[in-house]
């Protein structure tokens, strides 16, 4: 029974792990006979405990809290994509020189459109150079703020903490 135990145990990591087979250790049988000097200590299974579940419905070491978790991310990874598609397709516009000049960005900070008006082209190319590059900054400011209050949204509704200022992105 210990044998068939070990040796599904490795078979179950030979599925999870193709290339590190060669890392799985298989017991001979020869030493699973011979009694041992040692005390034994209880057997201790890949996905949990040994003994019945605490939540009623007998063993499974934890194969149940597994597949609910690997539900669970499933059901972040569709939540995760739907958020990266609303971010690409929201539109944050910011104005600059009294309305010479407006730039559009996506909510992915992807630049989508800038507009001059004739009156801020006749002041030069050096207000035009300016009212852009003022416009831009706001419109990017404004997307990362808006981006940044979906994602937190998102973290909350999962039940996880906000990553600090500068951790991992979209």
């Known amino acids: 029974s210990d044998a068939w135990g070990l040796q599904m145990i490795s078979a179950i990591c030979s599925l999870l792990l193709p290339a590190s ?14 009694p041992s000097p040692r005390a034994v200590a209880a057997p201790r299974m890949l996905f949990g405990g040994g003994g019945a579940s605490k939540e009623g419905g007998g063993g499974g070491g934890g194969m149940g809290n597994m597949m609910e978790t690997i539900k669970k991310a499933q059901e972040v990874g569709v939540k995760v994509k ?7 397709n929201t539109e944050i516009e910011a104005t600059a020189a009294d309305g010479g000049v ?15 008006s004739e009156d801020l082209c006749s002041k030069g190319a050096e207000a035009v150079s300016d009212a852009i590059s003022l416009a831009m900054r706001e ?32």
């Not at 890392?23 to 030493?31: E, I, K, L, N, S």
């Open 102 to 116: 407006t730039v559009v960005i996506s909510g992915a900070q992807v630049p989508m459109d800038v507009k001059v």
């Open 139 to 170: 419109a990017h400011k404004n997307s990362m703020e808006y981006s940044k209050q979906k994602l937190g949204a998102l973290y909350a509704e999962i039940g996880l903490p906000m990553p600090p200022e500068g951790g991992p992105g979209m």
């Open 21 to 34: 087979q060669s890392f799985v250790a298989v017991p001979r049988p020869d030493v699973l006979s011979a």
């Open 82 to 88: 739907a958020l990266q598609e609303e971010l690409v």
